[in-house]
């Protein structure tokens, strides 16, 4: 029944690792998006795509990779992970690129240690 | 840029009282779309209200309420009757009216304690 889903919820691993986060809708949504949450609780996007192509792509480093195999799913790579990337990152979709409610899943919470 | 401002870090309420949030938003853009999040402890991004800047008549949802003032680029959320689980994080979110690349910019968030 989840509407948006985000696997792990949870994700504590070293400096200097390489993570991905996965993000599934079974909305039948043509389009995805990134936010990060800071811990000041700011959220900011990060990402999107439509339809499998990559439409926003804010000032983000290069080790943030997005990847969307199919409408339904996008996923974020990240390498080299810095104690800085620590935050929780929402995936949210929506019908369309434009004036369409943009649904949220769970978000994941990555430490970095 | 677009910038939305939510100057109550902090709010609280009696249960059963009426609270209203402030946000104000800065825009060059006609057509826009507002919406106002709550984000309870689970952490959820949940969907509170929605409101077409194109529209005069303020959104309802419930107990809950916007007071949109266009030219004042306000946009308040007033929730009735609170309840404990109305207790939350709110965030106030702009979007502009694209047909492509439509981000969500969002406020700083107001963290709204019910008091029973």
């Known amino acids: 029944d989840t509407a948006v889903s985000q696997t792990p919820k949870y994700l504590v691993t070293q400096m200097g690792n390489d993570k991905s986060i996965k993000c599934e809708q079974n909305l039948g949504h043509d389009t995805m998006y990134w936010y990060k949450q800071d811990s000041k609780k700011f959220l900011k996007i990060m990402f999107s795509y439509n339809n499998k192509e990559l439409i926003i792509n804010e000032t983000v480093p290069n080790r943030f990779s997005p990847k969307s195999p199919d409408k339904a799913h996008l996923n974020l790579h990240i390498n080299s992970l810095e104690l800085g990337d620590s935050a929780v990152y929402f995936c949210?979709?929506?019908?369309?690129?434009?004036?369409?409610?943009?649904?949220f899943g769970p978000g994941t919470r990555l430490t970095v240690l | 840029a677009q910038t939305v401002t939510q100057s109550q870090p902090e709010m609280s309420v009696q249960e059963a009282e009426t609270v209203t949030l402030s946000c104000t938003y800065d825009t060059s853009e006609s057509d826009y779309y507002l919406f106002w999040y709550k984000q309870p402890p689970s952490r959820q991004m949940i969907l509170v209200i929605r409101?077409?800047?194109?529209?005069?008549q303020n959104a309802t949802e419930n107990r809950f309420s916007v007071n949109f003032q266009k030219a004042a680029k306000s946009f308040s959320l007033k929730i009735s009757d609170s309840q404990l689980g109305d207790a939350a994080m709110y965030f106030c979110?702009?979007?502009?009216?694209?047909?492509?690349?439509?981000?969500?910019?969002f406020g700083e968030g107001t963290q709204l304690t019910v008091n029973p």
């Open positions: 949210a979709s929506s019908l369309s690129a434009g004036t369409d409610t943009q649904y």
């Open positions: 979110a702009y979007r502009r009216l694209e047909t492509s690349g439509s981000r969500l910019t």
């Open positions: 409101q077409e800047a194109y529209k005069q």
